[in-house]
């Protein structure tokens, strides 16, 4: 991620620290239903990495990541729907971008 403010004015986002980043850059379904893919950024696949596969509350996540709670709630839920819906419409998955790059 890098920083970018939403308009003109106002502080820089907070930059979530990511220890670890994916092996994997891209999930390709078979049978692919649509080609259209889905972005996960690198902070979303933290958090599902963070959450769901060490087991750690959303405060700890929140902790290891230089985020609040509420941050860590909005990537988890952002994330695991982009997981649903690649898995769900058959697109692949790529992590690490933006489409807005």
Do not use: C
Not at 10 to 37: A, C, D, S, W, Y
């Amino acid at each position: 991620m890098h920083r970018r403010r939403r308009g003109g004015r106002g502080r820089f986002p907070i930059q979530p620290i990511i220890k670890e980043t994916p092996l994997t850059k891209k999930m390709v379904p078979e049978p692919m239903g649509n080609n259209e893919p889905i972005y996960i950024d690198l902070a979303e696949v933290e958090v599902l990495r963070l959450v769901d596969l060490e087991g750690m509350y959303q405060e700890q996540a929140g902790s290891a990541m230089g985020v609040s709670r509420g941050t860590i709630w909005r990537l988890l839920v952002s994330a695991r729907e982009k997981v649903t819906r690649s898995i769900f419409e058959g697109r692949p998955l790529v992590m690490g971008l933006s489409n807005e790059d």
